[in-house]
């Protein structure tokens, strides 16, 4: 089969679309992710061991990883997402804990984990060069419902990080908005946080991935 180093270190770039046969799929041995959304979460350097919320579990490429090292708890809002997140924590990383939640209102006391990662449901405008009907389908108003909603959720997990913890922002769009807007507004609200060092941004022409942003703020009290 045909296979080559992926971008970013992140694994390999296989031929076949049927990578469920591929050996060591049943097992867990590996992960199908977008070289982009490995480098994301690289970005994040959530300790080992570390409590996490992952606030938007499914598909769960990342609560599964992260399950591997940390302790997570991963939630998710749409019972039709759940099975495919259950299937693939289970299969990677059958300790992470899953939970039926709204990411705005996340099932943890104020404090409680010291990461909270905010995979944020978006536009998803960097990955368009795999889905090129997404675009018709992309307007000012929908990045704007979209922009609401991760502000939302922002809101809702900052309080279960505890004083010296963080709090891990990432998306697959490409639209300000939705990335460094989106953040700059949470800091403006919350004082309690600042940024923990320079933003990420992947231009998808510019690593033959997909696109992506993350941002790492660190709660100081």
């Not at 996490?52 to 499914?58: F, I, L, M, N």
């Not at 943890?108 to 060069?129: H, K, Q, W």
């Not at 231009?203 to 992506?212: A, H, L, V, Y």
Request: charged letters at 25%; proline letters at 7%.
């Amino acid at each position: 089969m045909a296979f080559e180093e992926a971008p970013f270190g992140a694994g390999l770039a296989v031929a076949s679309s049927r990578v469920w046969q591929l050996p060591g799929y049943a097992e867990g041995a590996f992960l199908v992710q977008d070289p982009a959304q490995a480098h994301l979460l690289e970005f994040a350097a959530i300790p080992d061991g570390a409590r996490v919320w992952d606030a938007c579990g499914a598909p769960g490429g990342k609560a599964a990883l992260l399950g591997l090292r940390c302790r997570v708890v991963t939630g998710e809002l749409r019972r039709d997402r759940l099975g495919r997140l259950r299937e693939t924590v289970t299969r990677v990383a059958p300790g992470v804990s899953l939970v039926l939640a709204d990411a705005r209102r996340p099932p943890l006391a104020d404090g409680g984990v010291e990461v909270a990662l905010v995979d944020a449901p978006c536009t998803a405008t960097g990955s368009i060069a795999r889905h090129p009907d997404a675009r018709w389908r992309l307007s000012a108003k929908r990045i704007a419902r979209s922009a609401e909603r991760q502000a939302a959720i922002l809101d809702g997990s900052a309080p279960v990080v505890r004083p010296g913890g963080l709090m891990v922002y990432l998306t697959c769009s490409l639209e300000p908005e939705e990335n460094e807007q989106q953040v700059d507004g949470f800091l403006a609200r919350h004082r309690e946080f600042e940024r923990d060092g320079d933003d990420l941004f992947i231009f998808p022409p510019d690593e033959g991935t997909d696109g992506g942003y993350a941002a790492r703020l660190r709660r100081t009290r």
